[in-house]
C-alpha cells in the first residue's frame, strides 16, 4: 500500500475475546486480525472524531489495539435450518468503533465486500449513508432484509460528536462584553490554592510569591504555577449557586446562544 502512495495512519489490533479455537491443536488459534487506516496519500484530508473516541474509552485515549468479541447470539444471521449465514459476519461493535472514529453524519461509506450488510446495518444507526457491493446473492438477500429493519436515526443530538478544535472560537474577554462576568470577579483554581481578579479587557490580575502578574486566564494560570502552560479554561473557576464551577461552562453556554440564533 505504501507503494502505492498510500499514507499509514494506523494499523489496527482487533483482538478477539472469544476466538474459535484450534481443534486439531496444530497451529496457534487465530485470536486476531489487522485493520489497516490509511489516506490515499501523506497530503489526504480524513476525519478523526478523537473526542468521540476518548469518551467511548472512558474518558482514556483509545489505543491501537480493541478487546471485542466474534459476532454471536441474536446478532448471528442464519438460515431456516440454523446455519450461519456468512462464515465470518462482522460484529456490529466492530463497525461501530470504525464507523463513528472516522465519518461524520450523512458521509457516504463504501464497503466493497458487503457481505451480510454490518457496514450498512451500523451505517443506518449511526446517521450514515452507504454503498453496499457484493456478488453472492444469498448475502445480498440477506443484508437487505436487514437492513430494510433498522431506521435512518437522523437525530443530530444523537449522532453529531463535534471535535473540539471545530468548535467556534471564543475569546475569554466575550464573557466580559456579555455580562457572563463582572470586572473584578475572583476566580480560582479548583483546590483554591491560586487566585486572581477579572479585568474589563478580558485580562487577569494576579501576584504570590513568584511575582505579579497580567495577561490571559492561559498566561497568568501558567506563570502562578511555574508552568510551561495552562488550559485557563479548566483551570479557573468562579462561584455559581454556592459551587466553584469551571468558567468553560460560560463559553459553552455562548456558544449553544450562536447555535441557537444561527
Known sequence: ?????????????????????????????????????????????????????????DDKQMRSDWSLSLCTGGERLKDDDGNKTHPTQKPESLLHRVILSSTKPGDVILDPFFGTGTTGAVAKKLG???????????????????????????DMDIVSTPAKREEPRIPFGNLIEQGLLEPGTVLTDPSGQFSARVKIDGSLIASNQRGNFKGSIHKVGAALQGAPSCNGWTFWHFKHKGSMVPIDILRQQVRADMAVNQ
Open 128 to 154: 450514515r449513508n452507504f454503498i453496499g457491493l457484493e456478488r453472492d446473492t444469498t448475502y445480498a438477500e440477506a443484508a437487505n432484509a436487514r437492513i430494510a429493519q433498522i431506521a435512518m436515526n437522523q
Open 1 to 57: 500500500m505504501q507503494d502505492l502512495g498510500f499514507w499509514i495512519l494506523n494499523d489496527i489490533i482487533w483482538n478477539k475475546t472469544n476466538p474459535m479455537p484450534n481443534f486439531r491443536g496444530r497451529r496457534f488459534t487465530n485470536a486476531h486480525e489487522t485493520l489497516i487506516w490509511a489516506g490515499k496519500s501523506e497530503k489526504s484530508k480524513y476525519t478523526f472524531n478523537y473526542e468521540a473516541m476518548k469518551t467511548l474509552n
